[in-house]
């Protein structure tokens, strides 16, 4: 059997579809707020380990830089050692002072050097120890982040175990009645849903006013909502109007309450003056 064209769809048809879609996204809806703020503390979590795992890759990276660094010096202090002692065996050959003067600027500044490259060893060993010390307490975070992410994970998984199935039929019923929808209607439909606080995108008359924000309809307003002609949509929050009676909703006539109420009212007066009433003498 081919399939209808949701564009020859009738206006009355698309609207009961719709609302069906909306029951079911809604049913959707009920199941993940099931879940809470699990998802996102999940997200959280695993975001911030890998924020801490970059910084923990960072720390390690510099502290190899600096041990690099210190190999490099040492390697510069055994140069600088075997220099000074090359130009001090030099001192004992010199023919005029201005040798022994180039020779002893030579030594000096070479002992300067190794100095200087045992401070830059001293720093380097420092910033190795601080960066040490940071790593083990980025460590001792992410352990702890590891753990929570564990238990946050193994709650969720329990909560979705239980909804998933469910779940799964809801949203091939989603997809089946999308299907069936006009793609600009649905399109708006979407729009309208995303931007509603409940999530609704679709609501059935209560009372004589939307039933998204609950301001009143105008009577010919409501006499075209019943008609199902064509789609119409509040004028206060923009979500599609359908009637009560399509969307297969019961209401209660708004008299019916009230004239209950009035007659155990009614009913508790009399009762209350009936007993107020003294009894006769014989």
């Known amino acids: 059997m081919a399939k209808k064209d949701p564009m020859e769809m009738p206006v009355e048809e698309r609207l009961k579809t719709l609302y069906q879609l909306q029951t079911t ?26 924020g801490l795992t970059t910084r923990i890759e960072n ?31 030099q001192l004992n050959e010199v023919k005029n002072n201005r040798e022994y ?3 002893s600027k030579e030594i000096e500044f070479q002992s300067l050097e190794i100095e200087l490259c045992y401070k830059k060893i001293k720093e380097a060993q420092y910033r190795i120890e601080d960066k040490k010390q940071e790593l083990a307490e980025n460590r001792e975070i992410m352990d702890d982040r590891q753990q929570a992410l564990e238990v946050k994970r193994s709650e969720l998984d329990e909560i979705m175990q239980e909804t998933r199935e469910e779940e799964d039929k809801l949203k091939a019923k989603v997809k ?13 439909f979407k729009r309208i849903r995303k931007n509603a606080r409940n999530g609704l ?11 998204g924000c609950f ?9 075209d909502i019943k008609m199902h002609k064509k789609v119409i949509v509040c004028e206060y929050c923009g979500r599609i109007m359908i009637d009560p009676e399509l969307a297969g909703v019961k209401i209660t ?3 019916t309450e009230e004239k209950k109420t009035r ?20």
């Open 263 to 282: 007659k155990r009212a009614i009913r508790r007066t009399a009762k209350k003056a009936d007993d107020a009433v003294p009894e006769s003498e014989d």
């Open 201 to 211: 995108g679709i609501v059935y008359v209560q009372r004589d006013a939307c039933g």
């Open 25 to 50: 996204l809604s049913s959707i809806d009920e199941k993940r707020a099931l879940r809470g703020e699990l998802p996102l503390e999940v997200q959280d979590l695993e975001d911030e380990i890998e």
């Open 59 to 89: 720390i390690n990276a510099e502290i190899k830089e600096y041990e690099s660094a210190i190999s490099m010096k040492k390697g510069d202090i055994e140069t600088a050692k075997a220099s000074v002692e090359r130009y001090k065996a």
């Open 176 to 188: 089946d009645l999308e299907a069936k929808i006009e793609p600009r209607l649905l399109t708006s």
């Open 215 to 223: 301001n009143k309809i105008p009577p010919q307003r409501q006499l």
């Open 253 to 255: 006539p708004a008299g």
């Open 101 to 103: 003067d180039t020779l």
